[in-house]
């Protein structure tokens, strides 16, 4: 019970007290309503008077719904409220009738109690609605929002009005050429200086008819920065060939600077949340960088450096290439939990998503007990079976892993483990504290802590994904490796701001998760250094690059196998 009051503390922390404000005073009229019933039951007139003052509550959500809402794509969060407000007057109707009323006023407090938790529990997904604002206005009031309730802000130490006077100028400036591709950019370049994975910039116009500074061209190649520094290229089109640069070509400037100088001046802040991952992959986004033509520079076979211009080839399909063999997203279009043999020894196990693909269980899960007995059941049962067919060790395949909850993995590690671990707390931030409100452990069952255990993980590897890297780490038979660190991002995501006309939307973390020392769980700090980087970092040398984006082969996976077998 402790538990389930501290999530509802969690989540009204994580939400806007404005709107519980509201929650509070209908259910106080519904029990006013309950109070006045009981003393006027006898008298006629009066309760024909209850029966006028039970559209009260309607009233009350007619009036937050005109103020807050004013439109129906932003009514969702709200439903639970507002359907307190329908009941009041069902039970309206056999006001009058003792027998009707004593069958249904009880039946009516039950519903009424379970939309009111269930709206708490919903509240961090409330919508903040400034479409009605000019682009300044309503940038000024996603700056001031955040400020309030981005739940990093003290961690990252964050200035939001020094971000919005910097940006401020180019929001103006897309205002006054009515430019929504410009006012899109700069919401993005604000919101990515935050570098966190779980911000997000949504554009609800048509973006290609709009100049933007994240805009890619297409050269004809993509590049990829190895472990000993060089630039080379990688998916070259047969038009780049012609001119000499091959795949495998080692490129030495870009637009007249050095290749690296290049990739740290010139490409656009992504906000990747760890430096790291983002400094992995700058020579990628380096490669869609430039105007109509770019001059780039590279060593031909006899080792001299020849400069040739390559032109803008229009929709950009070479990045996109690079960054799928790069991250091996199509490794997702598994199902996800599913397993198969590798070799002889070895077993394989896909996360892709955190969830059992059951949203209520998945939400019972994590804020009751923090596991899942269903997907502890389903994980005992693949691996009893795949230890049938001969495993003695596990790959578990957590790249490109898009989130979810925590339960499943938690239900994962207590089989892999016989230890007890922390897994998280649910937090509320107070005066720039943190405080745990709701704390959920791993407790192991150790049925398959025999098993040497190889975690892959990658920069696309995103918040229920981060936490599932973070988890299996600890574990002393598990090895977490990979090229990049996981992404980076732990909170929950609730926040979310619809900006002038619609035109843009902004989602962002405001449920707070913590570890074991009460710091928020997973996400760096102003830093950006990774802080649950890879124990293993798999190298990425001439040789590994041309099997990932030549020969099509998931050198991971392949690495991740040998490792295992030494």
């Not at 507002?82 to 006001?95: D, E, N, Q």
């Not at 229920?464 to 973070?470: C, E, K, N, P, V």
Request: proline letters at 3%; aromatic letters at 10%; a negative charge.
């Amino acid at each position: 019970m402790d538990t389930f009051w501290g999530l509802i503390r969690h989540n009204i922390a994580a939400g806007n007290m404005t709107h519980i404000v509201w929650l509070g005073a209908i259910i106080v009229t519904m029990l006013i309503l309950a109070v006045l019933h009981h003393r006027w039951r006898f008298y006629d007139q009066k309760l024909k008077k209850w029966q006028e003052l039970c559209a009260i509550p309607l009233l009350i959500t007619i009036i937050h719904y005109c103020i807050y809402v004013r439109d129906s794509d932003f009514l969702k969060p709200y439903t639970s409220m507002y359907l307190i407000a329908v009941i009041a007057l069902v039970l309206a109707m056999c006001g009058r009738d003792r027998k009707g009323y004593r069958i249904a006023a009880p039946i009516v407090g039950v519903m009424t109690a379970f939309l009111g938790v269930w709206c708490c529990i919903m509240m961090p997904g409330i919508t903040r609605n400034f479409s009605g604002k000019s682009y300044t206005e309503s940038f000024h009031a996603l700056a001031q929002e955040m400020d309030r309730s981005y739940v990093l802000k003290e961690w990252k130490e964050v200035d939001f009005s020094a971000l919005e006077a910097k940006y401020m100028p180019m929001v103006k400036e897309a205002e006054q050429d009515k430019d929504p591709g410009k006012f899109a950019d700069a919401v993005e370049m604000f919101c990515y200086e935050l570098h966190d994975g779980h911000i997000s910039v949504h554009c609800n116009f048509d973006t290609d008819k709009y100049e933007s500074v994240f805009g890619m061209h297409e050269y004809g190649l993509a590049m990829i920065e190895l472990d000993n520094g060089e630039v080379i290229a990688v998916c070259t089109d047969d038009e780049v060939q012609k001119l000499g640069i091959d795949d495998g070509t080692v490129i030495t400037r870009w637009n007249g600077k050095p290749v690296l100088q290049a990739a740290a001046e010139d490409v656009p802040d992504h906000g990747e949340s760890v430096k790291a991952n983002a400094d992995r992959v700058a020579a990628l986004y380096l490669s869609t960088v430039g105007g109509d033509t770019v001059e780039v520079s590279f060593l031909d076979e006899n080792g001299k450096e020849q400069t040739v211009t390559l032109h803008d080839m229009g929709e950009n399909h070479t990045f996109c290439e690079a960054y799928d063999a790069f991250t091996q997203i199509q490794k997702t279009d598994q199902p996800n939990f599913s397993t198969k043999m590798l070799s002889d020894k070895c077993g394989y196990l896909t996360l892709n998503v955190q969830s059992t693909g059951n949203g209520l269980r998945d939400i019972f899960s994590e804020f009751s007990s923090g596991s899942c007995k269903w997907a502890k059941d389903m994980f005992r049962k693949k691996l009893n079976d795949l230890k049938k067919q001969g495993m003695e060790c596990l790959v578990i395949d957590l790249r490109c892993n898009m989130g979810g909850c925590d339960a499943p993995t938690t239900a994962l590690c207590e089989l892999l483990t016989d230890d007890k671990w922390y897994a998280q707390g649910l937090g509320i931030r107070k005066n720039g504290e943190y405080i745990s409100t709701a704390d959920y452990y791993i407790s192991g069952t150790g049925e398959f802590a025999d098993l040497k255990i190889v975690a892959l993980t990658n920069l696309e590897c995103i918040s229920g994904g981060d936490a599932a890297s973070l988890y299996l780490s600890r574990l002393p038979n598990v090895t977490l490796a990979g090229i990049t660190d996981p992404n980076g991002s732990g909170q929950y995501t609730g926040g979310c701001c619809v900006l002038s006309d619609k035109l843009v939307g902004v989602t962002y973390p405001t449920g707070l998760t913590l570890d074991e020392n009460g710091e928020p769980k997973i996400d760096p700090r102003g830093d950006r250094v990774s802080r649950n980087a890879v124990e293993v970092r798999i190298p990425l040398d001439y040789d590994a690059a041309m099997k990932i984006f030549c020969d099509g082969q998931d050198y991971e996976l392949d690495w991740a196998v040998q490792y295992l077998s030494r």
